[in-house]
């Protein structure tokens, strides 16, 4: 049996998403470089994007890993909590 990359595991994993209620708060208008550069450094999801000089979030496909909300120090995630019961990631391969 070939050993499987990270990439192939994280595809495994199911996610029940709630599209209306994030469980993530994200200051959008935020305009420290640096900081949103950790936070696009450090998403293992990739759930950041800096495009046209503006950040750009979506929860859809995050990991529940809470490296954003530590990252932050409460300047960019304004609230980070888990998702209500049932929704969520669903992890396949640890």
């Avoid at 192939?8 to 470089?33: S, W």
């Avoid at 450090?42 to 909300?69: H, M, N, Q």
Wanted: some cysteine.
């Amino acid at each position: 049996m070939r050993k499987m990359s990270m990439d192939d595991r994280l595809a495994l994993n199911a996610f029940n998403t709630d599209e209306e209620n994030p469980h993530i708060d994200v200051d959008t208008e935020y305009t420290d470089e640096a900081e949103i550069k950790k936070l696009l450094l450090a998403c293992p999801a990739e759930c950041y994007k800096y495009i046209d000089g503006k950040l750009v979030f979506s929860w859809l496909g995050c990991l529940e890993c809470g490296t954003c909300r530590v990252l932050s120090h409460d300047k960019i995630v304004k609230a980070w909590h888990h998702p209500m019961s049932g929704v969520g990631v669903q992890y396949r391969q640890g």
